[in-house]
């Protein structure tokens, strides 16, 4: 039996981790206007540094100490961002015409980003999300589902995760009728056709290779466990994950965020829906937490992209999937190569995020804690959960 979390409790640790996040969100704040934030050092204010602080306050119960107006701003900050019609974008050109759901590729992940920012700040966006009307039938939403390549399924599971966000908006803010219907008969169905029970990834069998299914499985799994979907193939998916874990505990070489923390809410998991292979899960998520805290900046400010034991000759660059507007197709973009960037915001969101999920497994790490995650930021959408997130206004 895994060791009892003390989820309520401050451990060293957990403070430390706490200590040094929250160092990192200081140093990349931008004037006295709630929600500025730089993502790097040396940048300008960006959304994306302002969407990853935020996680980073809530994670560390960080949100609550902070006066109501203050948020009020800070959603603005995404209600700036967001069209007539629903969708989130940053030009202003595109947010002034409408949208079809073909022409929404580019404008997916932002507006997921948005939609997740402000779930942890509990505002209603103010316009309803009228650009989803045409996957609100099961057969549209299955098709459209299918109709990415899921040779890719990193890049085709954020674009559907980005759709079950913006459906669950629907369904809770402004009352879209039978969206758990939907999902269940649309959504549900074409990921089981995916799902390659072989490795319990979506696409492997279509020649992704390892890492691009844990990739994808992470975008969609937090769909499986919003929505109560049993989930198959599980102790495939143990395996898989497993063999995915490099010797030094990472899940990329010389470290990377995303790959890292993918890696880690599997394990996490999949420890919570199966005694398969327990002794080798917990044993590679000790050897992760090791990793994860060779990205601790070891002046107490943030989290590296990249281990501090590590040199560039190490790294391999990591490509960011991009729909250009136009393009029929996702392109990579390969970055965090730079051995002149050191951090960047989501690293300090996803290495304790990681972390927290670890020693909620182990239970036993020095670093437990009361972290907070908000399920509808569907990357803290666990099959488990603790310390779920209230009500009121500033959850």
């Not at 022409?103 to 939609?115: A, I, Q, S, V």
């Not at 507007?325 to 915001?345: F, K, L, S």
Request: hydrophobic share 35%; proline share 8%.
């Amino acid at each position: 039996m895994t060791p009892t979390s003390c989820t309520r409790c401050e451990t060293p640790g957990y403070a430390r981790i706490k200590k040094v996040s929250l160092n990192y969100v200081e140093a990349m704040k931008v004037g006295d206007r709630p929600g500025c934030y730089r993502k790097e050092p040396g940048g300008d204010e960006s959304f994306y540094g302002s969407y990853h602080a935020l996680h980073i306050l809530d994670l560390f119960n960080e949100l609550a100490p902070i006066a109501s107006g203050a948020l009020d701003v800070w959603a603005e900050r995404f209600f700036d961002n967001q069209s007539e019609q629903g969708f989130f974008a940053a030009d202003a050109q595109v947010r002034r015409r409408p949208l079809g759901i073909d022409d929404m590729e580019p404008y997916w992940h932002f507006t997921r980003g948005n939609l997740w920012s402000l779930r942890l700040l509990n505002r209603k966006p103010p316009h309803p999300l009228r650009f989803l009307e045409p996957l609100l039938e099961p057969r549209a939403l299955y098709r459209w589902v299918k109709h990415y390549d899921w040779k890719n399924p990193w890049a085709s599971a954020n674009q559907v995760l980005a759709g079950a966000t913006a459906l669950f908006a629907a369904r809770d803010w402004f009352g879209a009728a039978d969206v758990d219907r939907t999902m269940e008969q649309g959504m549900f169905p074409a990921l089981e056709e995916l799902l390659d029970e072989k490795t319990g990834y979506w696409g492997t069998q279509f020649g992704a290779g390892p890492l691009d299914g844990l990739f994808g499985a992470i975008h969609v799994t937090p769909i499986y466990f919003a929505q109560k979907w049993p989930l198959r193939a599980v102790d495939r998916n143990v395996d898989a994950t497993l063999g995915c874990q490099r010797d030094d505990g990472s899940f990329w070489p010389g470290g990377s965020d995303c790959p890292d923390f993918d890696g880690a809410y599997m394990m996490a998991n999949l420890a919570a829906l199966t005694d398969y292979r327990r002794e080798d899960l917990d044993a590679a998520a000790r050897r992760y937490l090791d990793h994860a805290l060779q990205h601790e900046d070891p002046n107490g400010v943030g989290w590296l992209l990249h281990r501090r034991d590590s040199k560039p000759s190490d790294w391999r660059p990591r490509p960011h999937w991009i729909w250009k507007p136009g393009a029929q197709e996702v392109v990579a973009e390969h970055r965090d190569e730079d051995p002149n960037r050191t951090h960047i915001m989501l690293g300090t969101w996803f290495y304790p995020l990681s972390i927290a999920l670890i020693a909620h497994m182990l239970g036993d790490t020095g670093y437990e804690g009361p972290y907070r995650l908000n399920p509808m930021s569907l990357h803290q959408c666990n099959v488990f959960s603790f310390n779920p997130p209230t009500t009121e206004t500033v959850s």
